[in-house]
């Protein structure tokens, strides 16, 4: 058992709990017109939006950097020591821990809280063992360049929540960028991660992982199950934004001919 990483996730669980308390509630109160008359439940998903934000961008970054560059990760999928990947996992640990607490205390004013609990129990599940145990540090790794979808996913919200027009310009180009980042990190990005799987599947380093196999496979098919399902909802949203500015377009059309 390997502790050095576990400090990360706790500092990193205090400064999100403070985000939540403290600094994104200012946040929104300064930039959300009319937050403070907004429903408990889409000030809370503004609140929590921020912190996954800003998550999602630190995540990002790191994680194609060291995708990209770090030899440790590359020489050893399985049980490379990466110091900032690990640091990084560990980070996210300690947010996504918090996470659930926050969703738990105020389940009844989240959206499908079952679905983001579900999600986040399987990636805390994950990253416990890359952190505690230092097993599999590639593919979570990995697994966290998903995260480059968030912020749109987020603003998304935003624009629903500040009642724009679903057809508008900006909510089409949001609505765009958010279906070509999430196909290209969470759905397009597939088959190689799992070919990479098939390249160390049954190697001695994979073979030295015993239980945590199983793991690995749990954690990647449902969350690859997940992604599926709401890579599905975004299609169907993008194809009714389409129809309405298509619509719209086509009647604008008609009037300047009439």
């Given at each position: 058992m390997d502790t050095r990483y576990h400090p990360t996730a706790?500092?990193?669980a205090i400064i999100v709990l403070g985000l939540y308390k403290?600094?994104?509630?200012?946040?929104?109160?300064?930039?959300?017109?009319?937050?403070?008359?907004?429903?408990?439940?889409?000030?809370?998903?503004?609140?929590?939006?921020?912190?996954?934000?800003?998550?999602?961008?630190?995540?990002?970054?790191?994680?194609v950097y060291c995708l990209l560059f770090d030899e440790v990760l590359a020489q050893d999928p399985v049980w490379g020591d990466s110091f900032l990947a690990?640091?990084?996992?560990?980070?996210?640990?300690?947010?996504?821990?918090?996470?659930?607490?926050?969703?738990?205390?105020?389940?009844?004013?989240?959206?499908?809280?079952e679905i983001f609990i579900l999600h986040h129990v399987a990636s805390v599940y994950?990253?416990?063992?890359?952190?505690?145990?230092?097993?599999?540090?590639?593919?979570?790794?990995?697994?966290?360049w998903a995260e480059l979808s968030t912020p749109f996913v987020n603003y998304r919200r935003y624009l629903e929540?500040?009642?724009?027009d679903k057809a508008s310009t900006l909510y089409f180009v949001n609505g765009i960028l958010l279906a070509a980042t999430f196909f290209t990190a969470r759905?397009?990005?597939?088959?190689?991660?799992?070919?990479?799987?098939?390249?160390?599947?049954?190697?001695?380093?994979?073979?030295?992982?015993?239980?945590?196999?199983?793991?690995?496979?749990s954690s990647c098919l449902l969350l690859d199950a997940l992604?599926?399902?709401?890579?599905?909802?975004?299609?169907r949203g993008a194809l009714k934004v389409l129809s309405k500015r298509s619509v719209r377009q086509n009647g604008s059309i008609a009037s300047k001919a009439a």
């Open positions: 706790v500092i990193s403290v600094v994104n509630p200012w946040i929104c109160n300064t930039f959300v017109v009319g937050y403070g008359k907004l429903s408990r439940t889409e000030q809370l998903e503004l609140n929590l939006s921020v912190t996954s934000s800003i998550h999602a961008v630190i995540a990002t970054v790191v994680s690990k640091h990084m996992i560990a980070l996210c640990l300690g947010y996504l821990t918090t996470d659930i607490i926050i969703i738990l205390v105020n389940f009844k004013n989240v959206l499908s809280p994950a990253y416990f063992y890359v952190v505690t145990y230092g097993a599999l540090p590639y593919f979570a790794t990995f697994r966290l929540v500040q009642h724009y759905i397009g990005s597939l088959p190689f991660y799992y070919y990479t799987i098939y390249t160390v599947y049954g190697t001695p380093g994979y073979i030295r992982l015993g239980h945590i196999q199983f793991v690995l496979w992604n599926i399902y709401w890579f599905a909802k975004i299609v």
